[in-house]
């Protein structure tokens, strides 16, 4: 939208000024010179166009080299919101959503590798132009690698923190780095940069050397930029940095540096991740022995999160649905909540299952990773780039977890039958063909909070009403009666290991052959407690319903999050209960006093007919 107006406002300035000078002409030329100034006007407009189009495009351009990657850009500038994009990525008939990208990336990157190692003159590996002479896949010859700068010693190797690519253009910053083992052989580099045109950077790999592995080797690769798809049009997006390690001979590395010239000194080491000697994956990349556990990743608290009880109900709530760890990245923590969460990293959650089959009681675990991405949200990168964060967790709980729910606070998936999400799952693959299910997408309902409260948190023949009444999924039942259809606002539960690229509604990109089951609504929901998404109270106007699923979890939950409430009340300074409700609140009256009263009592639910009670004994 934005370059065609562009385009448009140049082309009629230009047009103006040989406008003006016409009206000098002679009269006689003025027919056929006007004709001619219409096709100069052409012209010139043309070539306006082209220029653009040059400029969008030109640096993302493949090179001659081959390393295309214009397409993924282009995607995302057409498509600011991704809400209206799924037709590409679905067929509303079939259930599995295929997508054989990541095949094409690895078949691409293994012609290149026939072209290996091309003797380059060292002095022109950095200019733009004999750039392409290295190619994809190709390591730099070893009379050059030992001419390059050596490990940097005095970098801390890292891994999941923000870390400058030292003598780029434009911001560009790297994260964590995964080995990723499917297909051809990668390192997968999370990182963020900009978004079109993303500048050329390079792949150090250190291999420890010595007799103590006090020193490192290097052999260099150079990478290609795969900018994530869903970045809303912004100058800057989350970004993946692939290093081919497909070089005949060329080893897993213990470190990977990202440089933007070749002979710049490294100023990042980031430790590689999902290797066979990581210790947290136990050898376990036959996804036969990955645990059946369930990890849930959040997007990166921000504007100071600070609500404290909303993230106890958060964390005991997934519990209770068989969570076992939560994945938190850290923007900006207000105090309380920073303090509940660093008792729970410290102490664990009791796990629903607590004792497994072998005895031992489980605790859910929390890890929380510092987020300190240097660019302006919503301004220069989409909500603190958690699109980083999103991919980041993915890949962090590959072979760790078999499944993991991409979701923010303000959401539960809520089985409707079942107790937990395990056996949910457990069912779904046993009524479906599992084999292809790379995830389990599930249909979003707004429970908006201006809808009125559950008339049962009135009662206070309970054995804390105070508290059960400020939890938010025991309080919020009555929910939009209209699901949102999949991949609009649906949130989904995958397994990290045939995802490619995450996103927030749906995945992007499967590895080959696995694809995405929609679960029927009755079978669970996402329950989505917010306010009106466009401002206002009108949402709750729309046809609604009570749903009172989250209620088969009242009694446990309230216990828990009492138990965890009282502990931390003092020493997180938490902020005293809100009083329980005891009449209802100014909205209710208007949406449903009225109306329901007209209508016969047997046809309502005792919600309502409670609502009425409260309304009238006031
Ligand atoms: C290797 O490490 C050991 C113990 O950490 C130390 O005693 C030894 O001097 C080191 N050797 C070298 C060559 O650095
Ligand atoms: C050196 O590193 C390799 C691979 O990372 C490891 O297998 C080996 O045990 C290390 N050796 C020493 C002496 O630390
Ligand atoms: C490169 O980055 C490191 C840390 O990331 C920084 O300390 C150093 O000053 C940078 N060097 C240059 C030349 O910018
Ligand atoms: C890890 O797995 C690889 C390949 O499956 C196997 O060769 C290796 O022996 C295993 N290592 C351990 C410690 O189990
Ligand atoms: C979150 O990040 C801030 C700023 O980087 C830091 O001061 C704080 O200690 C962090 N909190 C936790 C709980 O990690
Ligand atoms: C779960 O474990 C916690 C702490 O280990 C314990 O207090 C609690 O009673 C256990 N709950 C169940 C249901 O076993
Ligand atoms: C899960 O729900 C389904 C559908 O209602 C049911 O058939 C199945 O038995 C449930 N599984 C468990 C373990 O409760
Ligand atoms: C609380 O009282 C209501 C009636 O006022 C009753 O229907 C409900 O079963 C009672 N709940 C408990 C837990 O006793």
Same mark, same amino acid.
């Given at each position: 939208?934005e370059y065609?107006?562009k385009?448009?406002?140049?082309?009629?300035?230009? #047009?103006?000024?040989k406008?003006?000078?016409?009206?000098?002409?002679?009269e006689?030329k003025?027919?056929g010179?006007?004709?001619?100034?219409?096709?100069?006007?052409?012209?010139?407009?043309?070539?306006?166009?082209?220029?653009?189009?040059?400029?969008?495009?030109?640096?993302?351009?493949p090179s001659s080299?081959?390393?295309?990657?214009?397409?993924?850009?282009?995607? #995302?500038?057409?498509a600011?919101?991704?809400?209206d994009?799924?037709?590409?990525?679905?067929?509303?008939e079939?259930?599995?959503?295929?997508?054989?990208?990541?095949?094409?990336?690895?078949?691409?990157s293994?012609?290149?590798?026939?072209?290996?190692?091309?003797?380059? %003159?060292?002095?022109s590996?950095?200019?733009?132009?004999?750039?392409?002479?290295?190619?994809?896949?190709?390591?730099?010859p070893?009379?050059?690698?030992?001419?390059?700068?050596?490990?940097?010693?005095?970098?801390?190797?890292?891994?999941?923190?923000?870390?400058?690519?030292n003598?780029? $253009?434009?911001?560009f910053?790297?994260?964590? %780095?995964?080995y @990723?083992?499917?297909?051809g052989?990668?390192?997968?580099?999370? +990182?963020?940069?900009?978004?079109r045109?993303?500048e050329?950077?390079?792949c150090r790999?250190?291999?420890?050397?010595?007799p103590?592995?006090?020193?490192?080797?290097?052999?260099s690769?150079?990478a290609?930029?795969?900018i994530i798809?869903?970045?809303?049009n912004?100058?800057?997006?989350?970004?993946?940095?692939?290093?081919?390690?497909?070089a005949?001979?060329?080893? !897993?590395?213990?470190?990977?540096?990202?440089?933007?010239?070749i002979?710049?000194?490294?100023?990042?080491?980031?430790?590689?991740r999902?290797?066979?000697?990581?210790s947290?994956?136990?050898?376990?990349t036959?996804?036969n022995?990955?645990?059946?556990?369930?990890?849930?990743c959040?997007?990166?608290?921000?504007?100071?999160?600070?609500?404290?009880?909303?993230?106890?109900?958060f964390?005991?709530m997934?519990?209770l649905?068989g969570v076992?760890?939560?994945?938190f990245?850290n923007?900006?923590? #207000?105090?309380?909540?920073?303090?509940?969460?660093?008792?729970?990293m410290e102490?664990?959650?009791?796990? %629903?299952?607590?004792?497994?089959?072998?005895?031992?009681?489980q605790?859910?675990? !929390?890890?929380?990773?510092?987020?300190?991405?240097?660019?302006?949200? =919503?301004?220069?990168?989409r909500?603190? +780039?958690?699109f980083?964060?999103?991919?980041d967790?993915?890949y962090?709980?590959?072979?760790?977890?078999?499944?993991?729910?991409?979701?923010?606070?303000d959401?539960?998936?809520?089985?409707?039958?079942?107790d /937990?999400?395990?056996d949910?799952?457990?069912?779904?693959?046993?009524?479906?063909?599992? $084999?292809?299910?790379?995830?389990y997408?599930? =249909?979003? *309902?707004?429970?908006y909070?201006q809808? *009125? @409260?559950?008339?049962?948190?009135?009662?206070?023949?309970?054995?804390?009403?105070?508290?059960?009444?400020?939890?938010?999924?025991?309080?919020?039942?009555?929910?939009r009666?209209k699901?949102?259809?999949q991949?609009?606002?649906?949130?989904? !539960?995958?397994?990290?290991?045939?995802?490619?690229?995450?996103g927030?509604?749906?995945?992007?990109?499967?590895?080959?052959?696995?694809?995405?089951?929609?679960?029927?609504? @009755?079978?669970a929901?996402?329950?989505?407690?917010?306010?009106?998404?466009?401002?206002g109270?009108?949402?709750?106007k729309?046809?609604?319903?009570?749903?009172?699923?989250?209620?088969?979890?009242s009694?446990r939950?309230?216990?828990?999050?009492?138990?965890?409430?009282?502990?931390?009340? /003092?020493?997180?300074?938490?902020?005293?209960?809100?009083?329980?409700?005891?009449?209802?609140?100014?909205?209710?009256?208007?949406?449903?006093?009225?109306? @329901?009263?007209?209508?016969?009592?047997?046809?309502?639910?005792?919600?309502?007919?409670?609502?009425?009670?409260?309304?009238?004994?006031?």
């Open positions: 939208m065609p107006n385009i448009l406002m140049t082309g009629s300035s230009t #047009g103006r000024t406008r003006g000078k016409r009206s000098t002409w002679n006689k003025r027919a010179m006007s004709f001619v100034i219409v096709i100069a006007f052409f012209a010139v407009f043309g070539l306006i166009i082209l220029t653009e189009i040059f400029m969008i495009d030109g640096k993302g351009r080299n081959g390393m295309h990657h214009g397409g993924y850009n282009r995607l #995302g500038e057409s600011p919101d991704y809400e994009v799924k037709e590409e990525y679905s067929i509303e079939a259930i599995f959503l295929k997508n054989n990208r990541f095949i094409k990336d690895i078949k691409q293994k012609n290149m590798q026939i072209s290996l190692a091309i003797p380059v %003159a060292p002095e590996l950095d200019s733009r132009n004999s750039i392409g002479a290295i190619p994809w896949g190709a390591l730099m070893p009379s050059i690698e030992r001419t390059l700068p050596p490990y940097p010693t005095d970098v801390t190797p890292s891994d999941g923190s923000w870390k400058i690519v003598g780029t $253009r434009f911001k910053f790297v994260f964590s %780095a995964f @990723d083992r499917r297909g052989k990668l390192i997968r580099v999370i +990182g963020a940069t900009k978004t045109g993303p050329k950077v390079w790999l250190w291999y420890p050397v010595g103590n592995n006090s020193t490192y080797r290097s052999s690769v150079m290609r930029v795969k798809r869903e970045n809303w912004l100058k800057y997006s989350a970004c993946f940095v692939l290093c081919p390690i497909q005949p001979g060329l080893e !897993i590395p213990h470190s990977v540096s990202i440089v933007s010239k002979r710049s000194p490294p100023g990042n080491v980031l430790l590689l999902n290797t066979d000697q990581d947290g994956l136990q050898n376990r036959n996804i022995q990955i645990p059946e556990k369930i990890g849930v959040v997007k990166p608290f921000h504007f100071n999160y600070d609500s404290a009880l909303y993230l106890l109900e964390l005991e997934n519990s649905l076992s760890h939560f994945t990245y923007h900006t923590l #207000g105090p309380r909540a920073a303090c509940v969460l660093k008792h729970y102490e664990g959650l009791a796990s %629903a299952n607590n004792a497994t089959q072998d005895g031992t009681v605790h859910a675990t !929390i890890s929380m990773l510092p987020w300190d991405l240097r660019m302006r949200s =919503q301004k220069e990168i909500t603190e +780039g958690l980083a964060a999103l991919n967790c993915l962090r709980s590959m072979y760790r977890f078999q499944y993991v729910a991409l979701i923010d606070l959401e539960f998936i809520v089985p409707r039958h079942n /937990t999400l395990k949910l799952l457990r069912w779904l693959s046993l009524k479906v063909n599992n $084999r292809n299910t790379g995830a997408s599930f =249909q979003n *309902a707004f429970f909070l809808f *009125a @409260d559950d008339s049962l948190m009135y009662e206070r023949n309970v054995s804390n009403p105070a508290l059960r009444s400020a939890l938010i999924t025991q309080r919020k039942t009555r929910r009666l699901l949102h259809p991949k609009q606002r649906s949130k989904y !539960i995958c397994k990290p290991e045939a995802v490619v690229e995450a927030n509604h749906f995945v992007w990109e499967f590895i080959p052959g696995k694809g995405s089951l929609n679960v029927p609504a @009755d079978a929901i996402l329950h989505h407690y917010r306010v009106c998404e466009f401002g109270d009108d949402c709750i729309t046809p609604s319903t009570v749903d009172r699923t989250a209620h088969k979890y009694r939950l309230t216990d828990r999050v009492e138990l965890m409430y009282n502990k931390l009340k /003092t020493p997180c300074n938490l902020l005293n209960l809100p009083p329980v409700p005891t009449k209802a609140p100014a909205t209710r009256k208007k949406v449903f006093k009225v109306k @329901d009263l007209q209508k016969p009592m047997k046809t309502k639910n005792s919600e309502t007919i409670d609502d009425i009670k409260a309304t009238k004994s006031k």
